[in-house]
DNA sequence: GCCAATAAATGAACATGTTCATTTATGCAA
DNA sequence: TTGCATAAATGAACATGTTCATTTATTGGC
């Protein structure tokens, strides 16, 4: 080839490098397509090298098993939700506000992929092994952290008033988000407003608590 | 046979009915033992049949798939559990304790095998295929029935004091169940006292709520 | 430019879940 | 008891996830 000493497009990277990257993008591409029109269980991996255009046990050199190929695929779309969630936080508003607010673009893109989003939460489920496990389990505790954060500006202000420490309160919400998720894709057709009307229903009697109240 | 005419220990069942009971049992001892031994993923169906004494196809006639397999094991576990459960909940006592109560058997069973509880928690997730997920469920449902009627009790003696639905309460909770159960699981070494520790912890935050409180 | 060292890609071979046509066992009526 | 009908059991055949010895591509030093 005549371009050996030429500067490519991005100098700082080789071609070894390149090539790696290429080859990862088709992959997710071809996983993600596959795993959309036919679920999981039902993709093999031998569709998704194909589609791919790579060989079959090239796939398990970016992913360490075909659980892993999910979550390639899940955490760039991870990332790019937790921007937008981080962004779209009304400061200042009610608590409950500022938590829906911060799961809505999650429901939303996973009202467009329900059977992936099931699939995606059963995998999921104590994930630590795969090589994507790290960047996927880092992103949670990023939202966690978030959640945690909300929490502290709220009692800090008054909008919420509770002695328990931020990070267990987050923990719980995240926790009830997740429950709220699982029961809401348990439904036939889950809807965006549905699924976000009854996670607010939650975080409301969760602020509201069970009571009875205690004399002050 | 002699004894073709002879009335059985249990006259009413016929040799196809016994033999069908008696393999069923085998099949469940040999699929526990080797869950227990070697988690989900590392029991292969062959070594289940070879253990159960029966071939490898005859798996498949008492459970849809590999992942059934683990539901046939557990489903008789759940009944006992939720006998014990539903009759340890001492009356009149607070609510968080008889919540607290009503889960203890589950922490007991479950700090005894984390592991094959963790595959459990994965693989019950969106379970609804297998010819034994219908009992599963019920199972399911009965107790967040059983935690509804608490809630109801405890609201109508003024224990509680929520103008929430029952229903709607006892599914919170339950989530918070099963959030805190797979943090728990999540641990290196689970136990039980510190995973009921964790659960009474949040159900105090949700009864007391995140306030602030309204003027009422 | 050439060569050795290293990284990446490959697909045949293997392991294991699942199916299903065939065989065996059981129930039942004559 | 015999014979037919039905249920259950069987394991070879197949489908698909995963490994790994071999091949191919890239890099860096001379």
Redesign the interface.
């Known amino acids: 080839m005549a371009d050996t000493d030429i500067p490519d497009s991005d100098a700082t990277v080789g071609q070894r490098e390149r090539n790696k990257a290429e080859k990862r993008h088709r992959i997710e591409e071809a996983a993600l397509a596959l795993f959309r029109e036919k679920g999981y269980d039902g993709t093999t991996t031998r569709e998704i090298a194909r589609r791919a255009g790579v060989a079959l046990g090239t796939l398990f050199t970016y992913a360490s098993d075909k659980r892993d190929l999910l979550f390639l695929v899940y955490n760039d779309r991870q990332d790019e939700l937790r921007r937008e969630a981080f962004g779209s936080i009304p400061e200042g508003a009610p ?1 409950a506000d500022q938590i829906v607010a911060l799961f809505d673009p999650f429901y939303t893109h996973f009202a467009k992929e329900p059977g992936f989003t ?1 699939d995606l ?3 999921l ?2 994930y630590t092994d795969g090589v994507q496990a790290p960047r996927f389990q880092e992103g949670r505790l990023s939202i966690v952290a978030r959640i945690r954060e909300l929490v502290e500006d709220a009692v800090a202000d ?5 002695p ?1 420490a931020p990070r ?2 987050a ?2 919400i ?3 988000y ?3 998720l ?2 809401w ?2 439904g036939d057709k889950p809807s965006k407003p549905g699924g976000l009307a009854a996670l607010r ?2 975080l409301d ?9 205690d004399a002050d």
């Open positions: 608590f099931r939460l059963r995998e489920t104590f008054g909008r919420l008033s509770t328990e267990l309160i923990e719980m995240f926790g009830l997740q429950s709220e699982r029961r894709l348990a229903r939650v009697i969760l602020i509201a608590g069970l009571g009875p109240r």
